[in-house]
């Protein structure tokens, strides 16, 4: 894997989907958190482009470079493709749209305040490659935490039997979180400047 660009190796073009068929995306769901903020977590959808795009070069340096490992500014047009126009399938996405006063938003693009996804491993079609970011207003609130649960939920139910992640051995909070979830780590096949994460799902 390229580290200089740490991308989710599984949307590269040779990632061959699955045969599985009728699988249902995650469900839409409102998610209360401290300080009387409201989010509906619900499945990305192609009309989310702006608001994704918008999402990744509103984060600060520091987050975008813990989930790309690059100061990435913003996504491509193929990117931005890669990401909203997904199966929901073999590459979920789940997002956290900011609901207004308790309802949502009302003019397009909406805000979107998190994004986690996994990707089903082409090679081993029981793993997935998961990335997560939170908005950093929006951090440590649970949010982190609540998404790959529910990342976790909806693989069990694809027969994945692990979420595996790449992640700087330096983000502590986010191998906090994980080690909280039961997942553990091991090293990273390219070298020290990684480690992954493995989540191994059981039957939950
Ligand atoms: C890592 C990240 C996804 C976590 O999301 P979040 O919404 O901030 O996380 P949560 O509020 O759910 O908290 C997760 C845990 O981190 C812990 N935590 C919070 N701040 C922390 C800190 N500074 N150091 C260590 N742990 C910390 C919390 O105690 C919590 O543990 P708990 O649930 O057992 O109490 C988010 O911070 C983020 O987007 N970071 C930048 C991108 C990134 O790192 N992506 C991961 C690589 S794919």
């Given at each position: 894997m390229d580290v200089a660009f740490h991308w989710l190796a599984a949307l590269r073009p040779e990632a061959a989907p699955s045969a599985r068929t009728g699988t249902a995306p995650p469900r839409e769901e409102r998610l209360s958190l401290p300080g009387r903020r409201t989010v509906l977590l619900r499945p990305i959808a192609p009309h989310d482009a702006d608001?994704?795009?918008?999402?990744?070069?509103?984060?600060?340096?520091?987050?975008?470079?813990?989930?790309?490992?690059?100061?990435?500014?913003?996504?491509?047009?193929?990117?931005?493709?890669?990401?909203?126009?997904?199966?929901?399938?073999d590459h979920v996405a789940l997002v956290a749209e900011v609901l207004?006063?308790?309802?949502?938003?009302?003019?397009?693009?909406?805000?979107?305040?998190?994004?986690?996804?996994?990707?089903?491993?082409?090679?081993?079609?029981?793993?997935?490659?998961?990335?997560?970011?939170?908005?950093?207003?929006?951090?440590?609130?649970?949010?982190?935490r609540t998404l790959m649960d529910r990342l976790a939920r909806h693989a069990r139910g694809q027969a994945i039997r692990a979420?595996?992640?790449?992640?700087?051995?330096?983000?502590?909070r986010m191998l906090v979180l994980m080690r909280g979830l039961g997942a553990h780590t091991r090293p990273h096949p390219d070298g020290p400047q990684l480690v992954q994460v493995v989540y191994e799902l059981g039957t939950g």
């Open positions: 608001a994704e795009q918008a999402f990744v070069g509103g984060l600060s340096l520091a987050t975008r470079h813990k989930r790309f490992h690059v100061g990435l500014r913003q996504l491509s047009p193929s990117m931005l493709r890669q990401m909203t126009e997904i199966d929901h399938r207004a006063d308790g309802d949502r938003a009302v003019l397009p693009p909406l805000p979107l305040v998190a994004d986690a996804r996994y990707v089903r491993s082409a090679e081993q079609p029981d793993e997935a490659e998961f990335a997560i970011a939170v908005a950093d207003d929006w951090q440590s609130l649970g949010l982190g979420l595996v992640g790449d992640v700087l051995p330096e983000n502590r």
